[in-house]
């Protein structure tokens, strides 16, 4: 019998890491089809960013497979990075330079030629409604616009395989929605995303596919609707006036859990019509009047619950603004860039470093905005300020 499907996007079998003697991914196996997208879910520190450092090149797995792009990532990690672009958890945008120059600097490691990659700046920077802002300094970006400019620059060489880590962290709805209409329209062309959130809407919004990582297994994987089948139905909760009105309540309608403090009770179903008017019936029947009543249908955040054990996570949560630890800085650093080089923009696709910039460092690009923005921050021309906030870089330092 031949196979009609095309070859996997990414194709994952048995990937192991492990940090000293803590076991991050302990055998997980995926695979993501092409011009779809994939996305891994799971509590912090479940290990989603190290799945995208491996899948991405940028650090080396202890054991398994991984072809990404038809491409083996241990045998041809170059075929792989230039197939691919990266949007980290944690960006990767020179603040100190615009958001042309960013561009710009990303056409170059690409080796693009002049003329293409002002070009394809220019159709970004419109793309991604970043067009007045384009000769400012990143650093008086918001942080929204520094989320869409990492993101521009992720596409500047048109990769066919996206890592979208965290793309949405800290933005606001309306920017959120845009985000999610980028990468609608990404996978239209027949891009591959492969997309960790902690938005559980996200996932249910833009995924073909989710897999819950947790103890480095994956514990589920499935369509959203096939992961919202493995948890129990929903249900209905009445809210009741008075506690001597809960009291009968509760006595007529054996309800499957109840909270005494908050004057609700939990019935099963998932608020289908019938039921729900046999419910009230009954209450009518003994003269109990109800204040509220909400009908609950299981949504991914019951799956993640129930997978995890993990409380809900971010839906409506403020941003969290963890920094990477120095040792994170340095490893992903050294494997990606080496001691020499730091250009930020190297970041999206781990790529190597042009000539002209090694030695050199882009950081110094261009002088002049480098020294007024240290000056209007007060610095020292020896110190640079991004060190402390800016992963590639502060290893570079
Ligand atoms: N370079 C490193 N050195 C040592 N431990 C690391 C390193 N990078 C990650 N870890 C550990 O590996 C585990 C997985 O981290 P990872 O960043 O992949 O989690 P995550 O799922 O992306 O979490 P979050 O949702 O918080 O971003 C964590 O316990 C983390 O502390
Ligand atoms: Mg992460």
Known sequence: MTNNNPPAAIRVTGLRKSYGQQVVLDGIDFDVAPGTVFSLLGPNGAGKTTTVQVLSTLIRA?????????????????????????????????????GEENLILMADLRHMGKQAGRRRAAELL???????????????????????????????????IIFLDEPTAGLDPRS???????????????????????????????????AVLDHGKLVAQGTAAELKRLVPGGH???????????????????PTSRDDDALTLQLPGG???????????????????????????????????????????????APRHRRQLPDERHCLHRERLGHDAAPAAAAHAALPIPDRHRGRDARRLPSALRLRARRDHGLGPGAHPAQ?????LAAAG
Request: no cysteine; proline share 3%; glycine share 8%.
């Open 62 to 98: 202890d054991a398994g497979q991984v072809q990404v792009g038809g491409h083996d990532l241990s045998g041809e990690p170059d075929a792989v990075r230039a197939a691919i672009g990266v949007t980290g958890q944690f960006s990767a945008v020179d603040r100190f330079l615009t």
């Open 126 to 160: 419109g793309q991604f409604d970043l067009t007045d802002a384009a000769h400012k300094p990143v650093l008086t970006y918001s942080g929204g616009m520094q989320r869409r400019l990492d993101l521009a620059m992720t596409l500047v060489g048109d990769p066919r």
């Open 176 to 210: 959120r929605r845009t985000m999610w209409q980028i990468v609608r329209s990404l996978v239209a062309s027949g891009v591959t995303i492969f997309l960790t959130t902690q938005y559980l809407e996200e996932a249910d919004e833009l995924a073909d596919r989710i």
């Open 236 to 254: 209905v909760s009445l809210q009741f006036g008075d506690a001597a009105v809960f009291a009968r309540a509760a006595h007529v309608l054996a």
């Open 271 to 317: 608020g289908d019509v019938t039921s729900l008017r046999s419910v009230l019936d009954r209450l009518d029947q003994a003269g109990i009047e109800v204040d509220g009543l909400t009908v609950h249908t299981p949504d991914l955040d019951d799956v993640f619950l129930a997978l995890t054990g993990q409380p809900e996570m971010r839906r409506n949560r």
């Open 388 to 392: 402390s906030a800016h992963p590639a």
